[in-house]
Nanobody
Framework: VQLQASGGGLVQAGGSLRLSCAASGRTFSSYVVGWFRQAPGKEREFVAAISWTGSSTFYSDSVKGRFTISRDNAKSTVYLQMNSLKPEDTAVYYC????????????????WGQGTLVTVSS
């Protein structure tokens, strides 16, 4: 499966952005999809993930209550709605997919998009 992330940009603290991850290739609904982010000089970290059907979602503590992950299998797209953004949310955001069960580690995902930059100004 091929993934393409989009929707990043520059936003002020307290603002919102919605990222999209469009998939092509194999049956998208068979994959768990996750969002990760990587800030300059830091390791890539887990942000959120969503199950095959969208019935289960998982979040890191740092974004819980502010970010919402969702998917539309008919459009082969996963979304990350980001509200109440903080400067510490600044990073390149990547979407990733796995045919296995949910995971929060990068090695658990075999397919990655190219990343989209989110910059939150204070």
């Amino acid at each position: 499966v091929q993934l393409q992330a989009s929707g990043g940009g520059l936003v002020q603290a307290g603002g919102s952005l919605r990222l999209s991850c469009a998939a092509s290739g194999r049956t998208f609904s068979s994959y768990v999809v996750g969002w990760f982010r990587q800030a300059p000089g830091k390791e890539r970290e887990f942000v959120a993930a969503i199950s095959w059907t969208g019935s289960s979602t998982f979040y890191s503590d740092s974004v819980k209550g502010r970010f919402t992950i969702s998917r539309d299998n008919a459009k082969s797209t996963v979304y990350l709605q980001m509200n109440s953004l903080k400067p510490e949310d600044t990073a390149v955001y990547y979407c990733a997919a796995t045919s296995s069960l949910y995971g929060s580690k990068t090695y658990q995902y075999g397919y990655w998009g190219q990343g989209t930059l989110v910059t939150v100004s204070s």
